[in-house]
């Protein structure tokens, strides 16, 4: 199945009563049109569907331009999902290669905001005494979770793909980030593993690979850190959700290259603006 997103709010946030009516028209086509609806799953962000919702319910006018039973469809959410954005406790990947799999620790607003990540495995042979494993009083899942605290890094919060929105609360990540700060771990919560002072542990070549992936990934963030950053506590916090789906459908005009300008990371080869664009992409990638 393909996964489209209606309306993208990285694309366009502030959506009129012209661009509502297009919306729900075509995501109800996509629906019932059966060619596309086998293999279409729609998703819209939480916001944009709270927005769009809003101003079909309540501007009568809308009746003229639409049919009451699709503004009822798409209200009552039958044919589509919600998605939200990334957030501290967030399991995530990273978009570039090679690929990192890691918990989001914390947010860095600014003039392109910044996600700090700890790794994560399932093995619990790969921590150290500096890494934490969740215990049974803790654990999400029924093997062994491990957060590779030493490796934290930075990246670029527009980059990355959601995994799982709420996967750790924000009382663990507190507990995870005092143990990285200062090395006390909660172990109500967490068991520490064996410390790697040996110069024949087994676990010393796939550390190296994950050390070498961090510095691969997190190269440009950190230079942008240190040379660029301008922090602004006060500002929305922005993610490319496009990046988690194979087609961005935003069924009104769009300037691909002030797109691409402004948000350098967004993929506007994914972005469809009528119908037909979104079947040559389906066709493409189904």
Same mark, same amino acid.
């Given at each position: 199945?393909?996964?489209?997103?209606?309306?993208?709010?990285?694309?366009?946030?502030?959506?009129? !009563? &012209?661009? =509502? =009516?297009?919306?729900?028209?075509?995501?109800?086509?996509?629906?019932?049109?059966?060619?596309?609806?086998?293999?279409?799953?729609?998703?819209?962000? !939480?916001?944009?569907?709270?927005?769009?919702?809003?101003?079909?319910?309540?501007?009568?006018?809308?009746?003229?331009?639409?049919?009451?039973?699709?503004?009822?469809?798409? =209200?009552?959410?039958?044919?589509? &999902?919600?998605?939200? +954005?990334?957030?501290?406790?967030?399991?995530?990947?990273?978009?570039? %290669?090679?690929?990192? *799999?890691? =918990?989001?620790?914390?947010?860095?607003?600014?003039?392109?905001?910044? @996600?700090?990540?700890?790794?994560?495995?399932?093995?619990?042979?790969?921590?150290?005494? %500096?890494?934490?494993?969740?215990?049974?009083?803790?654990?999400? +899942?029924?093997?062994?979770?491990?957060?590779?605290?030493?490796?934290?890094?930075?990246?670029?919060?527009?980059?990355?793909?959601? %995994? *799982?929105?709420?996967?750790?609360?924000?009382?663990?990540?507190?507990?995870?980030?005092?143990?990285?700060?200062?090395?006390?771990?909660?172990?109500?919560?967490?068991?520490?593993?064996?410390?790697?002072?040996?110069?024949?542990?087994?676990?010393?070549?796939?550390?190296?690979?994950?050390?070498? %992936?961090?510095? $691969?990934?997190?190269?440009? $963030?950190?230079?942008?850190?240190?040379?660029?950053?301008?922090?602004?506590? &006060?500002? *929305?916090?922005?993610?490319?959700?496009?990046?988690?789906?194979?087609? @961005?459908?935003?069924?009104?005009?769009?300037?691909?290259?002030?797109?691409?300008? *402004?948000?350098? &990371?967004?993929?506007?080869?994914?972005?469809?603006?009528?119908?037909? +664009?979104?079947?040559?992409?389906?066709?493409?990638?189904?």
């Amino acid at each position: 199945m393909v996964n489209l997103l209606l309306s993208p709010s990285s694309i366009k946030e502030n959506i009129n !009563k &012209e661009d =509502v =009516v297009n919306i729900i028209q075509d995501s109800n086509y996509i629906y019932y049109n059966t060619s596309m609806s086998k293999d279409i799953n729609q998703f819209i962000e !939480k916001k944009t569907f709270d927005n769009i919702s809003n101003i079909a319910t309540t501007d009568r006018e809308l009746l003229n331009d639409i049919n009451s039973n699709l503004i009822n469809d798409f =209200v009552s959410r039958r044919h589509i &999902e919600l998605v939200e +954005q990334p957030r501290i406790g967030s399991l995530v990947n990273t978009n570039n %290669k090679p690929s990192v *799999e890691g =918990v989001i620790t914390n947010i860095l607003r600014g003039n392109r905001d910044i @996600a700090f990540l700890c790794p994560v495995s399932d093995n619990k042979i790969d921590a150290t005494d %500096k890494s934490l494993i969740l215990n049974e009083n803790a654990k999400t +899942q029924n093997t062994p979770f491990v957060l590779l605290c030493e490796f934290s890094f930075p990246l670029f919060l527009d980059t990355l793909i959601i %995994k *799982e929105t709420s996967f750790l609360n924000r009382e663990l990540i507190n507990k995870v980030n005092e143990f990285s700060k200062k090395g006390k771990a909660d172990y109500t919560t967490f068991d520490t593993g064996v410390p790697n002072f040996d110069a024949l542990d087994i676990r010393i070549a796939s550390r190296t690979l994950l050390d070498e %992936k961090i510095e $691969t990934v997190s190269l440009e $963030t950190i230079n942008f850190l240190e040379e660029e950053f301008v922090e602004d506590g &006060e500002k *929305e916090i922005f993610y490319n959700i496009v990046n988690d789906f194979d087609i @961005a459908f935003a069924p009104y005009k769009v300037n691909k290259e002030e797109l691409k300008k *402004e948000h350098g &990371e967004l993929d506007s080869n994914k972005i469809a603006t009528d119908l037909s +664009q979104v079947k040559k992409l389906l066709d493409k990638v189904a």
